[in-house]
């Protein structure tokens, strides 16, 4: 074992350490990232999930709770497990990003995940108040749906079933573009922020292509503008990773012959 | 509200569902990443810790505890906060990846990081015996450092500091085998798995390059290679995604007339 010049011993693995990181370096806040399949995949290559946890590196946890194909009437029975009342630490943010699957086509082969206009607007409702009841300085986050290309989907469809893919979409554009509508509309009645990722993506020409893979779920093209938008939106509420405390020290602040002085 | 056939209501934020998850849905077991740079840097585009959060995706959490510049020594005074002792859930396997600033050389620039051999090794152990401390079941897998490429770090200082980048190399190839070599029989002693990725990289011809962006730190490429042989090691002790549970119900097995039957 090295000296430490005049400092006391390094700590050893059977006591504490002589001089506690403190409270910090034992909770790091949380972003739970809440939503249906393109939060499930957010952590693929070019994933957004992946590039929040890396902006917020040392600062917070990202942690995924994304359900492929679940529908804001599946993700109520979630939230009491994924969020229960009484949590002594509940997560500094959550986005919410359900909305694809709810506009799927009543009468199409998706018509299983569908759910009511009016209905998709009360779920979320519910799971925001949800989320204020578990919290009262939680950000709460949400975002739209995602455009939709069906040439995209169509061409998805047939690559895997050929001809005997679906004649007609089981997604349309103008429907999700509904959908976003009532999140947009939702989250201003209960003055919270959203990220309008429909329209924000229809204003680059190519969008189809460009950021949707199968006519839904994101390219890392599409992944970098939803992390563009949730890293702006958390911005603007005070979270900022380069004035959130790191966890414990940098190592630049560690004196190497004398490392406990920097983990007082 | 939709009606749900011949079921009973859908679950309400107000009240818990009806048909609870199961405490499987409350706490995902988790896969700890502890180690410096290399594994703080493992969710950048192309990471090994982002790679294991899909490949473990609704089936474990991975929680990156990796720091920048710091040795086996300063680690010891983190393992408490991070790794405390009575935790009731405590990680289902932990990666230990220290070394690299362990092996920087003496009387050179990094020389403030080096830890002599034998407390390299004295540290680990007590890093490990911590975890054995905190849960009898952990699977702990100890990584050796990788190797290091004595142009690259040269060719990076330049980039950096031009003429007045150092002469010497502040890191070799050669101590850095000598520091796996030691992780490595600490784990024979120990009797848990060790990944060599010191020795693992160097089969491949152009690794200097291929795998190691600064001559230290990894490519995407160089990422891959430690991404596969984690999953690795732990599908062989058991951890294989593909048996391991969801944390809540496929969408797939969600009766979309009577959801709350998939969450009893």
Redesign the interface.
């Known amino acids: 074992?090295?000296t430490f010049g005049s400092c006391s011993a390094?700590?050893?693995?059977?006591h504490?350490?002589i001089?506690?990181?403190g409270a910090a370096?034992?909770v790091r806040p949380r972003l739970v990232l809440f939503g249906d399949s393109i939060t499930?995949?957010s952590?693929?290559?070019?994933?957004w999930?992946?590039?929040l946890?890396?902006t917020y590196?040392?600062k917070a946890?990202v942690?995924?709770r994304g359900?492929?194909?679940?529908n804001t009437?599946?993700a109520?029975?979630?939230?009491?497990?994924?969020f229960?009342l009484g949590d002594l630490a509940p997560p500094l943010a959550t986005t919410i990003f359900f909305g694809a699957n709810d506009a799927a086509l009543l009468g199409r082969t998706s018509?299983?995940?569908h759910?009511?206009i009016s209905?998709y607007k009360?779920n979320l409702k519910?799971?925001v108040?949800?989320l204020k009841?578990c919290s009262k300085s939680m950000l709460i986050v949400l975002i739209t749906p995602p455009p939709v290309d069906e040439e995209g989907r169509e061409r998805f469809a047939r690559s895997l079933y050929g001809e005997d893919a679906r004649k007609l979409p089981e997604r349309t554009n103008e429907m999700a573009g509904v959908y976003a509508g009532q999140c947009i509309e939702l989250a201003r009645e209960m003055h919270i922020p959203c990220i309008n990722i429909w329209s924000k993506m229809q204003e680059t020409d190519g969008w189809q292509k460009l950021y949707l893979s199968d006519g839904l779920h994101l390219t890392p093209e599409g992944n970098a503008v939803v992390h563009k938008e949730v890293v702006q939106t958390l911005r603007a509420a005070g979270l900022k990773p380069e004035i959130m405390p790191y966890d414990?020290p940098?190592?630049?602040n560690?004196d190497?012959s004398c490392?406990?002085k920097a983990?007082q």
């Open positions: 074992m090295a390094a700590p050893s693995a059977g504490p350490p001089c506690p990181a370096g034992m499930e995949q952590f693929r290559p070019g994933g999930g992946a590039a946890a890396d590196s040392r946890d942690v995924v359900y492929s194909g679940y009437r599946w109520l029975f979630l939230i009491h497990h994924i229960p018509e299983r995940q759910v009511p209905e009360e519910k799971i108040n949800h009841d414990f940098h190592h630049s560690i190497g490392p406990e983990f």
